[in-house]
């Protein structure tokens, strides 16, 4: 079935360093991935999301790359802050184009 | 704008009971979801619809009905409560599968 694998489940970083969180995807179809920040008893919210058309793409801080033929895509943190710490989550479109399948989550922690 | 309101915040059900969280959104949003969230887990999808009257079976369906019958609302009914129900239920809405989703801030539930 389709599925999304995100690592690592957690990640502890010193304040000004950079993260990384890798997901793979199984369904080739997929074209759509956007990237979830969940802060503690909060609802998740979109923090960027890349489309099967490009490779990369840059807000401020955050980045995210996208490889199609090995079917797998990143978000980048650069210059981490207290308040980039939360659960983030990649998610990519079902093949039906109707759902999102996300990774069971990132807790990432910021320590300054 | 609203965005997405889920009513109530906070329930709690004896085993048996039935209920249902609502689900309203006011952007217009043709596709809409359901998602649980149990404690330090990711998002499981149970239902979505990608307009009035339609609706679709996710991942974990069993033990929940919905309908949706306008644009506006999509209500998540729970048929003979159990104890594996309890979770932090999300309701979200886009425009389109490949488009961002917006989530609503949760309604928590615990059944005793």
């Known amino acids: 079935g389709e599925n999304v694998e995100q690592h690592p489940s957690t990640l502890s970083v010193q304040e000004g360093d950079s993260a990384v969180i890798k997901c793979t995807y199984s369904?080739?179809?997929?074209?759509?991935f956007p990237w979830y920040k969940q802060e503690l008893g909060k609802r998740p919210q979109l923090i960027i999301d890349?489309?099967?058309?490009?490779g990369e793409k840059k807000d401020q801080r955050i980045a995210v790359t996208l490889n199609k033929t090995a079917k797998h895509f990143s978000l980048h943190i650069t210059e981490t802050q207290p308040e980039d710490s939360a659960v983030y989550f990649c998610?990519?479109?079902?093949?039906?184009?109707?759902?999102?399948?996300f990774g069971k989550g990132t807790t990432l922690s910021v320590s300054s | 704008n609203a965005g997405v309101t889920q009513t109530p915040k906070f329930r709690i059900l004896k085993i048996g009971q039935s209920m249902t969280l609502q689900c309203a959104q006011d952007?217009?949003?043709?596709?809409m979801y359901w998602y649980r969230q149990d404690p330090g887990m990711g998002l499981k999808l149970i239902y979505y619809?990608?307009?009035?009257?339609?609706?679709d079976k996710g991942e974990v369906p069993n033990g929940y009905n919905v309908s949706r019958s306008t644009t506006e609302d999509f209500p998540l009914r729970l048929e003979l409560a159990a104890p594996s129900q309890t979770s932090v239920y999300f309701c979200?809405?886009?425009?389109?599968?490949?488009?961002?989703?917006?989530f609503g801030d949760g309604t928590r539930l615990s059944i005793l």
């Open positions: 979200a809405s886009s425009y389109g599968g490949n488009q961002p989703q917006h």
């Open positions: 369904d080739s179809a997929s074209n759509y």
């Open positions: 890349i489309r099967s058309n490009v």
């Open positions: 998610a990519a479109l079902n093949q039906a184009g109707t759902a999102l399948i």
């Open positions: 952007m217009n949003h043709n596709y």
């Open positions: 619809s990608v307009g009035a009257g339609i609706t």
